[in-house]
């Protein structure tokens, strides 16, 4: 299917706007959620119970099974509307029931889940109970996944985009109710209320099951009608042999990724970094968020339609500008986590974080920073495998991915001091992302031949000139802002304006200078 470059980029433009208000508001509620609970013994455990059904999220029904049926769903479509159509209705019932199933053996081993994470005894408590009240999140997170795969084969986007935004509006306000309850003046499992307890709870899965009600409503306004086709006959399951035949590599993909998961957890948990790691974690994602799942979601139809109809050269362009576009956003990115890491985590911290804990989620942010082209390289490279159904490639890359983060912060601890542990946490991960981008290209160089990236080669070249000359500027309006105000926060919020004054121009004018399309392209888009 043959697009404009125009074109291209005013349908991921269309996706960027939607994705950047759901990253916006998803930040200012994580800002406020350390506002009111901190990066203390409470904040380790909210944010490890909600780990819980995230992770399952991440892992298999937000990122895998999404990448898992959209390949899946393009070949129906091929078949014919009416064909797809009731295979679509099929797949989603399957899916569905196979959530409820999940969901409820995971609700049921909240406390053996728990156990495998905390050994403090106040903290297991509380993080059970939240578990308990956060885990049935794992159904409506299916139902938006698999609502949001049939709504991109059917090229509706945006829509999808915009329902975490709903989620985040309605955790926001269970923030407010949760400030406005009557609760200890110092925070702490044995402290807390039961009604504090119930609204941290029941508001945060309320927000996910907005964010499906959205989606399934987005899906209707498409034109698409659900049927409960349930009639035992041969027919009836293909789709579900489809899927299991799928569903082995993928849950071994899932099962090695939380192993590694879990083991970073509970060395986070012994450590009292859970709240720090989480916090660096979801910063470090922000900006792959805006760029990088904007692309995905615009191209992954496609590629699976490429893979599908065997069209290598339109596979291989397509992979090529994902990963030009997702360099030319993501380095100067990276650069300006790594210089301003701290700065930035000092001035929107704030609340029960004070600033040594701002500074430390920062620290951690600007060690890690380097990771973010890698990670948007892995993620674009296994849905190209996925749109080939193949899932033993990702899960031996994961496996791979996973022993390294394990060996780095085993290293981490049997060679650094114990306060030292949490900020290598991140850095762990971003090493993993290096090490399975570049056993992904080789895969698919293999498979697929020469791909082109020596033109990426080039395009990261100059983005990243363009990001030193910007990060030159930053370096001097930060060091400036120090000098001149003694408050921290203060002087962290003067070298932040500075920097949007100054740096982003910089960056724009020497990009322009020294000749990058993408950016070109982008500021043409923006101009009409």
């Given amino acids: 299917m043959a697009v404009s470059q125009n074109g291209f980029a005013r349908t991921t433009g269309a996706v960027a706007v939607a994705t950047a208000a759901s990253r916006a508001t998803g930040f200012i509620r994580t800002l406020a959620l350390a506002a009111v609970l901190g990066t203390a013994v409470v904040g380790d455990a909210y944010n490890g119970a909600n780990s819980m059904p995230n992770m399952v999220y991440e892992l298999l029904l937000g990122g895998v099974m999404s990448s898992v049926l959209i390949p899946v769903l393009a070949r129906a479509r091929l078949r014919g509307r009416t064909y797809s159509r009731v295979f679509t209705q099929r797949l989603l019932l399957a899916t569905i029931l196979g959530a409820a199933v999940i969901t409820a053996i995971a609700v049921a081993c909240a406390p053996f889940l728990v156990a495998a994470l905390v050994s403090d005894t106040e903290q297991t408590q509380l993080t059970t109970a939240l578990a308990y009240l956060l885990l049935p999140e794992i159904f409506f997170y299916a139902i938006a996944a698999t609502a949001t795969a049939v709504l991109n084969i059917r090229e509706s986007y945006a829509p999808a985009a915009w329902a975490s935004v709903v989620n985040n509006v309605i955790v926001l306000a269970m923030v407010v109710v949760f400030a406005a309850i009557?609760?200890?003046v110092t925070l702490l499992p044995s402290t807390m209320t039961t009604a504090q307890v119930l609204v941290l709870g029941i508001g945060t899965t309320i927000g996910i099951v907005g964010q499906a009600v959205w989606t399934v409503t987005a899906l209707r306004r498409t034109g698409f009608r659900w049927s409960w086709r349930v009639r035992p006959v041969p027919y009836t399951w293909r789709p579900v042999r489809v899927g299991a035949r799928l569903l082995g590599w993928v849950l071994l993909y899932v099962a090695i990724s939380q192993a590694g998961v879990t083991f970073v957890l509970r060395v986070a948990f012994s450590h009292g970094g859970v709240s720090t790691y989480t916090y660096a974690d979801l910063l470090f994602q922000v900006p792959y968020g805006i760029l990088g799942v904007s692309l995905l979601t615009v191209l992954m139809p496609r590629i699976s339609r490429a893979v599908a109809l065997g069209d290598r050269d339109a596979l291989v362009t397509d992979m090529g500008r994902a990963a030009r576009y997702s360099v030319v956003?993501?380095?100067?990115?990276?650069?300006?986590?790594?210089?301003?890491?701290?700065?930035?985590?000092?001035?929107?911290?704030?609340?029960?974080?004070?600033?040594?804990?701002?500074?430390?989620?920062?620290?951690?942010?600007?060690?890690?920073?380097?990771?973010?082209?890698?990670?948007?390289?892995?993620?674009?490279?296994?849905?190209?495998?996925?749109?080939?159904?193949d899932m033993r490639t990702p899960a031996l890359i994961n496996a791979a991915m996973v022993v390294t983060k394990v060996s780095v912060v085993t290293l981490a601890l049997a060679c650094l001091p114990n306060q030292v542990i949490v900020v290598m946490l991140p850095v762990a991960s971003s090493l993993s992302y290096v090490v399975g981008a570049i056993s992904g290209h080789f895969v698919l160089r293999h498979r697929y031949g020469l791909l082109g990236f020596h033109t990426v080669l080039a395009t990261f070249s100059k983005v990243l000139w363009a990001s030193i000359a910007a990060g030159g500027v930053c370096v001097m309006t930060v060091w400036?802002?120090?000098?001149?105000?003694?408050?921290?926060?203060?002087?962290?919020?003067?070298?932040?304006?500075?920097?949007?004054?100054?740096?982003?121009?910089?960056?724009?004018?020497?990009?322009t200078k020294i000749g990058i399309p993408e950016v070109r392209t982008a500021k043409a888009l923006l101009n009409r």
């Fill in 182 to 184: 009557p609760g200890p």
């Fill in 329 to 389: 956003a993501l380095v100067p990115a990276a650069v300006a986590m790594t210089l301003l890491g701290p700065i930035l985590t000092t001035v929107m911290f704030v609340g029960r974080v004070d600033v040594d804990a701002a500074r430390t989620i920062g620290v951690a942010l600007a060690l890690s920073a380097f990771g973010l082209p890698p990670f948007a390289l892995v993620m674009l490279q296994l849905r190209v495998f996925y749109a080939g159904n």
């Fill in 480 to 511: 400036a802002s120090h000098q001149l105000i003694d408050n921290p926060r203060t002087a962290a919020a003067a070298s932040l304006v500075a920097v949007l004054v100054l740096g982003a121009p910089t960056f724009l004018v020497t990009a």
